[in-house]
């Protein structure tokens, strides 16, 4: 009975906890991006420019580039940088995992603009601005690993065969958590698409 009664405070413990790191999570700024249309398990989406900073890898799985490359990256935002200057984490990180060259990058807070930004110690870090783009996006939960972005590649792909939407570019893959976040975990696969259908004034 003891022992049940340590598990359920363990348990609860934990649960407390897990709530408490998602509530944080929720404080995180977010990359900003509007929803254009809806189709069964996918969303079309219109991404504005952003200034990120990425970290290029020989990598072809999820396992070999994630921690290399998020090492790099946070040592630039906790001030491995020419100013030392502390920049806030935001969501989603990215991925772009292909045969030939694998990125992982950080979307840059609003408050910086890309000439603001410091600059890196460390060369292998690239400072870059994107271009507006629009794109297609699944949802998926748990934690990433290379089955199931193989998955939700596949599924993805499926949805816009089905609605007749071209797509194009590699297909990358976001994680909005952190890795000691368990509960309400929350990930997507997004691809570049063509805006022409999906273009608003």
Known sequence: MKTLLIIGSIAGLFILFQAYKIMGINKTELQPYKVLKTYDSIEIRFYPA????????????????????????????FGGNNEEKQIAMTSPVHMDLNDSSSTMSFVMPAS?????????????????????????????SGYI??????????????????????????????????????????NEIIVGIDPQEFKTN
């Open 145 to 186: 690993n290379d089955s199931k972005i193989e998955e939700y590649k596949a599924k993805l792909i499926e949805e816009l065969a089905k609605h007749s939407i071209k797509h194009f570019n590699n297909f990358r893959i976001l994680g909005y958590d952190p890795p000691y976040q368990v509960l309400g975990r929350k």
């Open 50 to 77: 952003v200034s990120m900073a990425m970290v290029k890898s020989n990598a072809q799985t999820y396992k070999e580039l994630s921690s290399p490359g998020f090492r790099k990256l946070a040592n630039y935002i």
């Open 112 to 140: 910086f603009n890309f000439d603001s930004l410091p600059k890196p110690q460390d060369n292998t870090v690239l400072l870059m601005k994107t271009e507006d783009e629009y794109v297609a996006a699944i949802i998926f």
